[in-house]
């Protein structure tokens, strides 16, 4: 089965610094991977995805991640940090055709 | 177009009784999902569905935990009885293509046993 764990349950940056959020998976076929975000009181929507080919992959706001096979990583950055990026970011696997599995969470602060 | 809708958005009760949560997915997506989401942690399948199939539910604690998904659209997902390691938020989530991982979530029913 596939797992995903996010290393850092919460992170906090500066406005205006980088944002790293880490995510590690393990899986037993190539994985599409996933961020979702989700601000208080919404639902999760999807931020990026990771399916095949290109391994640097942009998403909304300004957000990328980086599929690394050999570090079997897929972690989120975002190079300046704004106050409306506050939120919990989860990442995911797919795990067969249609069920996602998520990581723990990360809760992203970010400090005026 | 409107999202996934989920009723209630809050509930509390007290332990012992039962609660129903309702969900209403995006229109023309045939897979709908409810997940649970323990405090401090990323959500957890229950049971998806492909239109009125229940075609994953190995999660669902099926000894007070029930779904319904008539007429293959709205959903309900009940709990009775209820117990206070029940509480937590219950998201719904549909989707429209099979093997993307794009799922669209509402916003969640908390649910506070007492």
């Known amino acids: 089965a596939q797992s995903v764990t996010q290393l850092g349950s919460h992170v906090s940056v500066s406005e205006g610094a980088l944002v790293l959020l880490r995510c590690n998976y393990s899986?037993?076929?190539?994985?599409?991977l996933f961020w979702y975000v989700q601000y208080p009181n919404q639902g999760l929507q999807l931020l990026l995805k990771?399916?095949?080919?290109?391994?640097l992959v942009k998403g909304i706001n300004g957000f990328e991640a980086e599929f690394k096979k050999s570090e079997t990583s897929f972690h989120l950055t975002k190079p300046s940090a704004h106050m409306s990026d506050a939120a919990e970011y989860f990442c995911?696997?797919?795990?067969?055709?249609?069920?996602?599995?998520f990581g723990q969470g990360t809760r992203l602060t970010i400090n005026p | 177009e409107a999202g996934v809708v989920q009723s209630p958005r809050y509930k509390i009760i007290e332990k012992k009784q039962p609660v129903a949560f309702w969900c209403n997915p995006i229109?023309?997506?045939?897979?709908l999902y409810w997940y649970l989401q323990n405090l401090g942690q990323g959500p957890e399948l229950l049971i998806r569905?492909?239109?009125?199939?229940?075609?994953?539910d190995s999660q669902l604690p099926k000894d007070r935990f029930s779904a319904e998904r008539l007429k293959g659209v709205d959903s309900t997902l009940k709990i009775q009885p209820a117990e206070l390691g029940d509480s937590a938020v219950y998201l719904c989530?549909?989707?429209?293509?099979?093997?993307?991982?794009?799922?669209?979530f509402g916003e969640g029913s908390r649910l506070t046993v007492l």
């Open positions: 989530a549909s989707s429209s293509r099979q093997g993307t991982g794009e799922l669209f």
């Open positions: 899986s037993s076929v190539p994985p599409y």
């Open positions: 990771y399916t095949t080919g290109a391994t």
């Open positions: 995911a696997v797919l795990e067969g055709a249609q069920k996602l599995v």
């Open positions: 229109s023309g997506h045939n897979t």
């Open positions: 569905y492909e239109n009125e199939e229940a075609v994953d």
